[in-house]
């Protein structure tokens, strides 16, 4: 079965700083997509960035990057000069096609706090 | 701009109440989900429907039902609700699937206390 997991519940960074999230994952399969969803306090959930497993290129939004390492199943998000807005929840997920439909495997979540 | 509405922010029932939880899509998905999220474990796959009247169980459907009567809108069944159902519960739509990635769509969620 997929899993995924997050094993920072919280972190925090000084405001213009880097940080990086972690995540790991377990999967039998080959070919997968993996993102980083952002869940602001009290506002709906929105994609940050997703990566295909079959391209080695690392994926790239901004100031939001991940390091992709498919041997090691592992997905970090990095974001750089982090501002007071990234401040939110943020989960890692994994896709799987259950009956033609996507369905997202969820990590624990990692708390991020911005530092003024 | 896809829009995923869910019919209240807040909820509070007691013990034993049958409770609806309401998701509406405008962007005419053929897939909506219903997730639970807990802090801790994150959020889990309750139902799906891949189209009108189909459903299939997630990964907690105990204590759940739902209703897909029309394209648009998912409904969310507490039988009769308990307390270890208070939890924020999200709503989520997408196209169906074609091979590549469809973006899942995320409601504003519903936070239900159950007394």
């Known amino acids: 079965a997929q899993t995924v997991t997050q094993s920072q519940p919280e972190m925090s960074v000084q405001e213009a700083e880097t940080v990086t999230l972690s995540c790991t994952y377990d999967?039998?399969?080959?070919?997968?997509?993996l993102f980083w969803y952002k869940q602001p306090p009290s506002r709906q959930m929105i994609l940050v960035i997703r990566?295909?497993?079959?391209?080695?290129q690392n994926a790239t939004e901004n100031r939001f990057s991940v390091n992709f390492q498919k041997a090691a199943k592992s997905f970090s998000l990095k974001i750089s000069d982090s501002q007071l807005g990234d401040a939110a929840m943020y989960f890692c997920?994994?896709?799987?096609?259950?009956?033609?439909?996507?369905?997202?495997?969820f990590g624990q979540g990692t708390r991020l706090t911005i530092n003024p | 701009d896809v829009k995923v509405t869910q019919s209240s922010r807040y909820l509070v029932k007691r013990t034993g109440e049958k409770v609806f939880l309401e998701c509406v899509q405008d962007?005419?998905?053929?897939?909506m989900f219903w997730y639970r999220q807990d802090p801790g474990l994150g959020l889990r796959l309750i139902y799906f429907?891949?189209?009108?009247?189909?459903?299939e169980k997630g990964d907690i459907p105990e204590g759940y039902s739902v209703s897909r009567e029309k394209k648009e809108r998912f409904s969310l069944i507490l039988e009769s609700a308990s307390t270890n159902q208070t939890s924020m519960y999200l709503c989520?739509?997408?196209?169906?699937?074609?091979?590549?990635?469809?973006?899942?769509?995320f409601g504003p969620g519903t936070r239900l206390t159950v007394l």
């Open positions: 989520a739509s997408t196209d169906q699937s074609s091979g590549s990635y469809n973006e899942q769509f």
């Open positions: 990566q295909e497993a079959y391209k080695q």
């Open positions: 999967t039998s399969e080959s070919d997968y997509y």
């Open positions: 997920a994994y896709r799987k096609i259950i009956q033609g439909a996507q369905k997202l495997v």
């Open positions: 962007m005419d998905h053929e897939n």
């Open positions: 429907s891949y189209d009108v009247k189909m459903k």
